[in-house]
Structures are given as C-alpha cells and as structure tokens.
C-alpha cells in the first residue's frame, strides 16, 4: 500500500518511517510512505504557504494553490490512491475504518495547518474527512501518522504470524486481555496459574472472559454496537446468572443485615 502525506512539516514523518514495525514494512517494501512538501509546490522568493481569512479574523488559512499542485502531483503518482483531509469535523476514525482503509490501494493524506484550508480545495480533490478523536491540534500531520500507524498493522504479513491482524478482527471492538511475561512472580504478584498451564484451550476461553469483563467494566458502549458471537453471549449469559445468584440470596438473609455469614 502507498501512503503519501502532503505537508508543510515533511520531516514529523521520518518519526513514523524510522521505527519499529512501520519501518520494517518499508524495508520489506510491503508500504512506501513519501511526504510532499506543500512548499515547493509554492511560487515567488518566499514561497508563501499561507494567507490572511476573506472576512478577517484570527490567524491564517493554507492558501489553495500551493495545497492543490500538491495533491494533484501525489494523485499522479498514484492514481489509484484515495485522499483523506484530517480534521477535527471528519468522521471519526475506528478500528472499523481502519480496516476499511487497509483494504484500499493507497492514501494521500493531505495535513493542514493554521486554521485550516481554503474550502474549496476540500470540495474539489478530497474523498474523505476524517478526525482522530474531538479535539483541535496544530496540524494534521499527528493524526495522518496515527491513523497510518493503525491502518499500516492491518495490511497482510505486517505484523509476523502470531500477532496477525486476523487475531484480533473478530475481537476489534472487545478490549485485549490481560499480558504477562517472565518473571512468575514479580514484586509479590503471580502470573495467574492458568497461563502457566500449557493448556491452550482453557488459556484462550479465559481470554475472552477476562477481554470481556474488562469491556464491560471499562467501555460497555463498545458492547451495546458489537455484534457478538454465541460463545461472548454464554459468557455474558453466566455472569447474569452468577449475579443473580447473588441477589436472591440477599431476599433470603434479607438486605442491610449487619451479620455477614
Ligand atoms: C485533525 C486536524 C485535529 C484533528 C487538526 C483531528 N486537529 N481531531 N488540526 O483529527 C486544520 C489546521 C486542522 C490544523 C488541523
């Protein structure tokens, strides 16, 4: 997959395609990630990037034709690239849409700055609008490279066998279980016996118990849009059973009693 960022800060994303997974999907030439700089698409000495709002007010806006050479040099280089404005009025970025992205030939992520970019260059070349998370940053280059970071793990043979993306599609919308590594024991605490056991099937249901319990305790709205499959509802089914086991045995010692046996 391709991903070209259009920007005026090129260098921010040398910190994405000099680490770790992302770096080696490049050496493995799974992805190529390039960054346009928006400023030598600019004219005159000063290759002016920027202007002053029509109607006045605070701060500047990306001035169109510098941002549109720039966009339309990244869509010759790949035609078959899709393009993306990041912004705080986009719609929200989820492991959903990660996983939508991945499955397209490329992106071009075009990051503004100031307040924002000249309107028309949003109606005329841009295919999505899409915000990380409801809050305004400085620039779009942050959010173009956590949105990369998502869509990049997903894409086949990225992440090596076991920690294959696959794992984790059915379970994209449950929080992960709990991980332990060496040592057994660490400053008093052990790792729960079950882990220790080698028995891998009851490893993996307690995995979905306890990924679960930690989505219900921690975000049930990730829940209520899950559609679940039998062996979560049995889980969930057993809990209910199990609390109100709990609650009928209170009728029969009656609730607010002081004596607790
Ligand atoms: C995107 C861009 C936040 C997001 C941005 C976000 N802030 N929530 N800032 O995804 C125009 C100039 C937008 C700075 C940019």
Not at 148 to 160: E, K, Q, S, T, W
Request: net charge negative; aromatic share 8%.
């Amino acid at each position: 997959m391709i991903f070209h960022a259009v920007t005026i800060f090129p260098d921010m994303f040398n910190m994405l395609r000099e680490h770790g997974i992302v770096r080696k999907a490049i050496e493995q030439d799974k992805i190529s990630v390039s960054a346009i700089n928006i400023r030598d698409f600019a004219e005159g000495k000063h290759k002016v990037t920027d202007d002053r709002p029509y109607g006045g007010g605070y701060g500047m806006v990306m001035k169109p034709e510098p941002l549109i050479r720039a966009i339309r040099y990244a869509k010759s280089l790949s035609p078959l690239s899709r393009t993306v404005l990041l912004s705080p009025q986009g719609i929200p970025f989820d492991q959903k849409k990660a996983y939508e992205l991945a499955s397209l030939n490329g992106l071009i992520l075009v990051c503004g700055r100031y307040e924002g970019v000249d309107e028309r260059v949003c109606s005329d070349l841009i295919d999505f609008e899409i915000s990380i998370g409801d809050y305004v940053l400085t620039g779009g280059e942050l959010p173009a490279m956590v949105m990369m970071d998502a869509v990049i793990r997903l894409i086949p043979g990225v992440l090596g066998g076991e920690g294959s993306s696959e794992n984790d599609s059915f379970s994209a919308y449950l929080l992960e279980h709990p991980h332990y590594t060496r040592p057994p024991v660490f400053e008093g605490e052990a790792v729960p016996d079950l882990l220790l056991s080698g028995n891998h099937k009851k490893i993996e249901e307690w995995r979905l118990e306890t990924s679960l319990i930690r989505t219900f305790l921690k975000r049930r709205d990730l829940l209520y849009n899950k559609k679940l499959r039998t062996n979560e509802i049995e889980i969930l089914k057993k809990w209910c059973l199990d609390i109100e086991k709990i609650i009928s045995a209170q009728s029969v010692h009656g609730a607010d009693t002081l004596s607790r046996d």
